[in-house]
């Protein structure tokens, strides 16, 4: 690491160039550029370990989804007991929202959390498929829990990674890259989990618990390839650090639970369509393969494409939607525009027999829409000091909303059927509409500008700034008329001040304060 330093920074310090001796030191050769942290090639190194840093997390979460018929039938448990696995990874994130950057920051550091998150998962995984194994159900659910655990803080270790490494317009596009290989996890879990059962089935010759824990095992080791990245990323943000005297990338979060009573009505109707939406894409994509299995009788296969489709629009379409929204603005309209497609795709898929392919691709085009402007909206109705409890909020009932509504369509799917599921979904929607709605006339009555074009937030913006540096720049004015003003100290009234902090009595027109009181009655 030494040796790496000095052909980094050169030589330091002065000398007359030569060692020990006399004798002329060997010239330092350059690092290598793939080796050199300030260097394009090494930053993608660290970008490609970003990325594949919550590849694994991502791949794991569907995978309920992807076998629910292997897991019910060889666990032999009910929709409502199998939807509960989604449900208890999302209860440990009820709480770990506010407290993930908080751990970041202050206790563990970046690196180290990083590795401890991805440790969480990797054991969730496991544990997950020991239940499986051992024909223990509540091992399973034991499992996601800890996978929990470790997944949504990774992701905000991922992010802070970004932040340390990447500035300015690269963090958009690494952020973009950072959603996409998530997407990309996802769909390749979908597609080839149920290949793997299959193939594990071949080899042990029956279906059981033991092949469906075995297949889950498998699917663990992309836990373990990410936790290797975890590893390799902590050591190159450490050399990084030592290189370049960098700082330690943090979150910056802020969580102030007293600021919750400050929220404001517009704030508290994003969470309302956040938590009503996702609540009918997250679950409906967890039970989704059944459903095209057994009402438009397709293969396992086509089931599992068809279901991974909303991902794999995502991956592509996020970046290109959030640059959309970026140059026109607009974000309630493009909110609304979501929403809608998204109710038409559910009532699509409830009433009638038309071909899923587009409405799944209509609800994959709006999933992608609405976060890219619905997210970005909270920071337009709170301060800046306040962004790190919202989000930490706004994310907390997503996860609460997720767990409830996940047991919730187990339950109804169990005693009701798909069409009364659909239905359900669609009322949760509905209820996103109106939010929506209520939000846009909220926004237009207290004059707010989360529907403004891009053009006039831009515009105003600049007139805050420039109206900012003239208030600075008469501030400065003032400091500098004051300072004229304050009477110079000579070397009378330094002598009287250093006598009265002796002890020394001095006559009354000696003393110190008079000149001070005489200041401040010319300032009155």
Known sequence: MAEEERALL??????????????????????????????????????????????????CYDNPAALQTQVQRDMKVNTAQFMALYAWYSWPNVVLCFFGGFLIDRVFGIRLGTIIFSIFVCAGQVVFALGALLNTFWLMDAGRFIFGIGGESLAVAQNTYAVSWFKGKELNLVFGLQLSMARIGSTVNMNIMGWIYSRVRDLLGYTGPSTLGLTLMIGG?????????????????????????????????????????????????IFVIC??????????????????????????????????????????????????VDKLGKNIVWVLCAVITTLASHIMLAFTFWNPWIAMCLLGVAYSLLACALW???AFVV????????????????????????????????????????????????????????????????????????????????????????????????????AKLRPKADDFSLRNKYLSKLGAQLPDNYCSYLSTMAHRSVLK
């Open 275 to 324: 938590v009503c939406y996702y609540a009918a894409v997250f679950p409906f994509i967890g039970l989704g393969k059944v459903f095209f299995i057994e009402k438009f009788k397709f293969s396992p296969q086509e089931a599992s494409a068809i279901n991974s489709i909303v991902y794999i629009i995502s991956a592509p379409m996020s970046p290109v939607f959030g640059l959309l």
């Open 221 to 269: 080791i992309t836990c373990l390839f990410s936790l290797m990245c975890a590893l390799i990323l902590a050591y190159l943000d450490k050399r990084a650090e030592k290189l370049l005297s960098k700082e330690q990338g943090k979150t910056g979060e802020v969580i102030k639970l007293t600021d919750v009573k400050d929220f404001s009505l517009s704030l508290w109707l």
């Open 383 to 482: 301060p800046e000091h306040q962004l790190g409890t919202a989000y930490g909020f706004m994310q907390s009932i997503q996860n609460l909303g997720l767990a409830i509504i996940a047991i919730a369509a187990g339950m109804i799917l169990d005693t009701r059927g798909y069409l009364f599921l659909e239905v359900f979904f669609s009322a949760c929607v509905c209820l996103s509409l109106i939010a929506v709605v209520m939000l846009y006339f909220v926004n237009h009555l207290t004059g707010g500008d989360l529907n403004w074009s891009a053009k006039k937030r831009e515009k105003l913006q600049k007139a805050a700034a420039t109206e900012a540096e003239e208030q600075e720049r008469l501030r400065r004015q003032n400091e500098d008329d004051l």
């Open 376 to 378: 970005p909206m909270v």
């Open 10 to 59: 050169g030589p330091a310090g002065g000398g007359d160039g030569f060692g020990d001796g006399g004798v002329s030191p060997q010239p330092l050769r350059p690092l290598p550029s793939a080796c050199d942290p300030r260097r394009l090639p090494h930053r993608l190194l660290v970008l490609a370990l970003m990325c594949f840093l919550g590849f694994g997390s991502y791949f």
